[in-house]
């Protein structure tokens, strides 16, 4: 049974993430702007992390302008060799060094244009975690899939292959995000009900494979959330945070979400 176990969130075991995708958006000066206002906006949040995941090309200079502030840097994705002959990739070591805590791994839109497979996925995923960074984990249903009734067993398949072969820790700091592909960049947002359904599949099948990880784990919901649909969202007790793309990319909106995330 879905709902079999007690999984409703405390603060002192996870701590709510609202982490921002802005995909291919903004040049260096409108990044590093971006965040300036952002950083205004929500200098007095301590109960929330705040992750923001701008193009690589952005990173250094929004990196400086967030030093010693709440706000946390991920890259988008990354390669899993360390370095060489890999014309137009980039490395586990340079989002590090560009700032990077966290790197988002497996989008959908990855795996729909750019063959991102979860083997590749589970590769991507090792290689951040050998270089100290936190991976954000995507996995999601097409609407056909939904349709046909199988969203389980694809969500089953991507983490069973994407997570594969994390140590204990790794496995308690791995961040997930359900995306429902339906529901990404289309402004139709999952029910809450909806997403805590398959939230509370994830975290059951977690502990099935990484036993006590499997409370600590961050699971997050991405799909059209908005500052009117968010808090509904985190009242969910398997629902520890949003992956936003629309709604991060101006300042206001994107501390709203923050602020409503809790
Ligand atoms: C995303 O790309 O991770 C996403 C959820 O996009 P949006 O919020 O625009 O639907």
């Excluded at 359900?178 to 029910?191: L, Q």
């Excluded at 499997?214 to 520890?240: C, E, F, H, T």
Aim: charged share 25%.
């Amino acid at each position: 049974d879905l709902h079999s176990f007690p999984t409703r969130r405390s603060s002192d075991l996870r701590t709510s993430l609202m982490a921002g995708n802005w995909k291919m958006n903004k040049t260096v000066e409108e990044a590093a702007g971006m965040v300036k206002a952002l950083k205004a906006a929500v200098a007095n949040v301590s109960d929330v992390e705040i992750l923001v995941c701008p193009a690589f090309t952005a990173l250094y200079a929004v990196n400086n302008e967030i030093k010693g502030s709440n706000i946390n840097l991920g890259a988008q994705n990354l390669f899993w060799e360390a370095k060489g002959a890999f014309t137009g990739e980039i490395s586990p070591a340079m989002i590090k060094e560009a700032g990077c805590s966290y790197v988002i791994i497996g989008h959908s839109e990855r795996r729909q244009y750019f063959s991102e497979t979860d083997e590749t996925v589970n590769k991507r995923v090792k290689a951040a975690f050998a270089n100290g960074l936190i991976p954000v984990v995507c996995v999601g249903e097409t609407l056909e899939e939904r349709e046909k009734d199988i969203t389980f067993k694809v969500i089953e398949t991507q983490i069973r292959g994407g997570l594969a072969g994390l140590s204990p820790e790794e496995a308690s700091s791995a961040v997930i995000a359900y995306e429902p592909v339906w529901a990404i960049g289309t402004g139709k947002t999952a029910t809450p009900d909806q997403a805590q359904q398959v939230h509370a599949f994830i975290r059951k099948l977690y502990r099935e494979i990484y036993a006590d990880a499997a409370g600590k784990v961050r699971i997050l919901y991405g799909g059209s959330v908005n500052p009117k649909n968010v808090s509904d969202l985190m009242k969910q007790p398997d629902i520890d945070g949003g992956l936003v793309g629309g709604a991060s990319l101006e300042a206001d909106s994107f501390a709203q979400l923050v602020k409503y995330s809790k």
